[in-house]
């Protein structure tokens, strides 16, 4: 048998069930292939012979696969522009009890950040969130709710004062106030169903190691998951490039709404 990587695939979809064949070969093979080099081992069978013994570097394989990169008010100007036009938007439309999912929300630093948003417009009781992501271990960092300071250099003073203690350690802890809004689940974009009728969904900087077509489904998925009037947020390094056909309505680079009617 040959033990290369199309064969390595399918023995990673039976183990965790996550589809390599949705990311970007290249780029993924390029960091598996560095993963492998440091645990000394020789090739994809005798690396899956490792992972499936031992769970600690299970749980690795499958952080490292994520691609966990994250942090509060990442890309500010983008998170102006939802507190100063699309909340109020979406309050006129839909009340003040917005509900709101965080795809692919890693340690907890996109979910907390738009409670600390929403904040300025409801009271903390009225805030709800929905965050998911494929990585326990991810969603284990954001349950705790302890960060390096230079991961929450970009919330505003104002919000940091308030909802965050430092530690003798040098970390800071997210108040219960703030982690009490959020519900965290584990779930995978690319093979779990949708939670359905969502008022805003936030997905930034996951989708860019996606094959286009595993894109394509995604955003497809998105607008299916949005109520009629909802709005998707992308980020940055990203672009729906198809919105037109899928049935968004660009509201600028980063908002696509899926119309009424």
């Not at 705790?144 to 929450?152: D, N, P, Q």
């Not at 056909?245 to 600028?252: A, E, M, W, Y």
Request: proline letters at 3%.
């Amino acid at each position: 048998m040959a033990y290369d990587y199309e064969w390595f695939k399918k023995a990673v979809y039976d183990l965790t069930k996550i589809d390599l064949n949705a990311y970007k070969e290249k780029q993924m093979k390029r960091r598996i292939d560095t993963l492998i080099g440091k645990y000394e081992v020789k090739g994809y069978d005798q690396f899956m012979d490792l992972i499936k013994k031992d769970k600690e570097v299970l749980h690795a394989f499958v952080t490292y696969l994520t691609i966990n990169v994250s942090e509060f008010f990442r890309n500010p100007d983008q998170w102006a522009l939802m507190d100063k036009d699309m909340v109020p938007e979406l309050m006129g439309k839909f009340g003040k009890n917005l509900k709101i999912w965080s795809a692919a929300c890693s340690t907890g630093d996109e979910p907390y950040t738009i409670v600390m948003l929403l904040s300025r417009h409801v009271p903390l009781n009225q805030i709800n969130i929905l965050a998911t992501d494929l990585d326990s271990v991810a969603i284990a960092k954001a349950k705790m709710g302890i960060y390096a300071e230079k991961e929450i250099a970009g919330v505003p003073k104002d919000l940091k004062d308030k909802y965050f203690t430092k530690n003798s350690d040098g970390t800071v802890t997210i108040s219960n106030e703030i982690k009490s809004r959020v519900t965290f689940k584990q779930a995978d974009l690319l093979r779990d169903p949708y939670p359905k009728d969502y008022h805003l969904i936030v997905c930034r900087n996951v989708l860019i190691y996606f094959t286009e077509e595993a894109k394509d489904e995604t955003f497809r998925k998105y607008y299916d998951s949005l109520a009629p009037g909802g709005i998707l947020f992308i980020g940055a390094t990203e672009q729906i490039i198809n919105y037109k056909d899928i049935g968004f309505v660009r509201k600028n680079s980063f908002y696509y709404e899926r119309p009424k009617g």
